[in-house]
């Protein structure tokens, strides 16, 4: 009989089936942190880092995600650099509030009767090729096929204190958040009432879930967040994570 297979058998050192692999412990450090920092002040913290560096904060530990990951930080992040009062609306991606550069923000021009490029680009002091490549134009020609053009923000001071809204522009296939100089089309009263109304429920969800999981504000958005919005399945989430930290513990 061969010596191998009677040591495997044996359950010697030498065994051929390999060992279980050890359990990661948990990073004392970031458990430190959860329990130093309560949640207000890691969001009045979080909130003035710059967007790339809010980001990496978010990989810390759970709880700097659940605040990094809220709405609230990643606007006031993206809006500080400009004096930007407020963006209103959802991007595709999160991926967006990771470059608050003025290559975000544009202006809308709506075009009338008689407007070129050159004649726009004149108005706003910026370059004909700016505004070409930033509304994805082959040629001078092709405002006469658009209702408006996406200026890029030459001078940073327009957007001081100014309201922007977050939309996709499928001519120049590009999101960005747009200053309307003279408002926004559509009825600027009637668009914040509906956004306060948007609000509100997303806090009347927020306290339910936090109420329901005996959670802070921060974890209740996390879970909120990782699940779209769905309270039913926020609260399945955080079970299943709660599940398995239990479970890891009793090892």
């Given at each position: ?13 030498d ?6 692999p ?14 130093c ?16 560096d809010?980001?990496?904060?978010a ?19 993206f ?15 999160g ?14 021009h709506?075009v ?90 997303s ?16 974890t ?32």
């Amino acid at each position: 009989m061969d010596s191998r297979a009677v040591d495997g058998a044996g359950g010697g050192p030498d065994a051929s089936s390999p060992a279980d692999p050890p359990i990661p412990e948990a990073d004392p450090a970031a458990g430190a942190m959860d329990a130093c920092l309560p949640a207000d002040l890691l969001r009045a913290v979080l909130q003035r880092l710059p967007p790339i560096d809010l980001a990496r904060s978010a990989c810390v530990c759970r709880a700097w995600r659940a605040v990094a990951s809220d709405r609230a930080v990643l606007e006031a992040a993206f809006c500080a650099p400009w004096g930007v009062r407020r963006v209103v609306g959802e991007p595709a991606t999160g991926a967006f509030w990771r470059a608050a550069s003025l290559g975000r923000f544009a202006l809308s021009h709506a075009v009338r009767r008689g407007d070129t490029v050159p004649g726009v680009a004149l108005k706003y002091s910026v370059q004909m090729t700016d505004i070409k490549r930033f509304n994805n134009m082959m040629s001078d020609h092709g405002i006469y096929s658009r209702e408006r053009l996406l200026i890029p923000i030459s001078n940073p001071e327009i957007l001081m204190g100014s309201t922007c809204y977050i939309e996709m522009d499928h001519n120049a296939k590009r999101e960005v958040a747009i200053f309307y100089p003279e408002g926004r089309p559509g009825g600027k009263t009637e668009s914040v009432a509906s956004i306060v109304a948007a609000e509100r429920r997303s806090q009347r969800i927020l306290e339910s879930v936090r109420r329901s999981l005996h959670v802070d504000d921060g974890t209740a958005a996390y879970y909120l967040s990782v699940t779209e919005g769905d309270p039913r399945a926020a609260m399945m989430e955080y079970s299943e994570d709660l599940r398995w930290e239990q479970q890891r513990a009793g090892r």
